[in-house]
């Protein structure tokens, strides 16, 4: 959400769901969060449902610090792995934060032709 705000300036909490893709409700609990911590505040100080969201300066630091702190960890990485273990781990990443973002839903669709496991009396 940082990152959106940072590149689009105020936006509303209707218009970041759509370009991150999750659900409003998520972006209205998160955009809590963030104006709680001095991250993100809404430029109507008269709107408390915080419909319309800004970055703040202190956004602004952390989402460098973060930005710092994934390129660190980015090189470290690219130093540890070959570069298909680094695109596999990206991938379940990947859908690790995708599963969150959608209210913690399965990572894989159960599987209609598995069997399950025999039931002991």
Same mark, same amino acid.
């Not at 995708?98 to 894989?108: K, T, V």
């Given at each position: 959400?940082?990152?959106? $705000?940072?590149? /689009?300036?105020?936006?509303?909490?209707?218009?970041? !769901?759509?370009?991150?893709?999750?659900?409003?409700?998520?972006?209205?609990?998160?955009?809590?969060?963030?104006?709680?911590?001095?991250?993100?505040? %809404?430029? %109507?100080?008269?709107? !408390?449902?915080?419909?319309? $969201?800004? *970055?703040?300066? &202190?956004? &602004? /630091?952390?989402?460098? /610090?973060?930005?710092?702190? !994934?390129?660190? =960890?980015?090189?470290? =990485?690219?130093?540890?792995?070959?570069?298909?273990?680094?695109?596999?781990?990206?991938?379940?990443?990947? /859908?690790?934060?995708?599963?969150?973002? *959608?209210?913690?839903?399965? $990572?894989?669709? %159960?599987?209609?032709?598995?069997?399950?496991?025999?039931?002991?009396?």
């Amino acid at each position: 959400m940082l990152h959106a $705000l940072h590149d /689009r300036g105020p936006t509303y909490t209707w218009e970041l !769901s759509r370009t991150i893709g999750v659900n409003r409700q998520t972006i209205v609990n998160e955009a809590n969060v963030l104006a709680e911590r001095g991250l993100a505040r %809404s430029p %109507s100080a008269a709107d !408390s449902r915080l419909v319309i $969201l800004a *970055i703040t300066d &202190r956004g &602004r /630091r952390e989402l460098a /610090r973060i930005d710092q702190e !994934s390129q660190r =960890l980015d090189e470290r =990485l690219n130093a540890l792995c070959a570069t298909k273990e680094l695109e596999t781990l990206r991938g379940h990443l990947a /859908r690790v934060a995708a599963c969150n973002a *959608i209210g913690g839903q399965p $990572l894989l669709p %159960s599987d209609p032709h598995a069997q399950k496991p025999p039931r002991h009396a």
